[in-house]
């Protein structure tokens, strides 16, 4: 069985602007909020925006000047509803490290 996603009705998201415009423009365009955010090894924001049905995301890096680009966009998020090993989840890891996807947890 293969699973393609149907074709996104993604409008025209310029490639960057400024930070607080592009957060604006998902929230709009999208209705996708802030998620999460982190430094990465080159001192760039990275943040994930989500619709709250998980309908699409979008992840951002922005510079430190605020210059914000979009860096990849997609459709069928879910949220993890025990994340991390303090509330026994496992940590995050490569393709092949975990079992296979069982479903949803009870």
Do not use: H, K
Not at 49 to 74: F, H, I, K, M
Not at 78 to 90: F, V, Y
């Amino acid at each position: 069985m293969s699973f393609a996603p149907a074709a996104s009705p993604r409008v025209t998201v310029p490639g960057c602007l400024p930070r607080a415009e592009m957060g604006r423009l998902l929230a709009e365009e999208y209705n996708e909020r802030l998620r999460g955010q982190g430094l990465n090894s080159n001192g760039r924001l990275i943040e994930i925006y989500v619709n709250p049905v998980g309908d699409s995301w979008s992840l951002t890096e922005t510079d430190p000047s605020g210059q914000s680009c979009l860096r990849a966009a997609g459709q069928y998020w879910q949220m993890e509803r025990d994340a991390g090993p303090e509330a026994g989840g496992q940590p995050a890891g490569l393709p092949g490290d975990a079992p296979a996807f069982a479903g949803p947890r009870p």
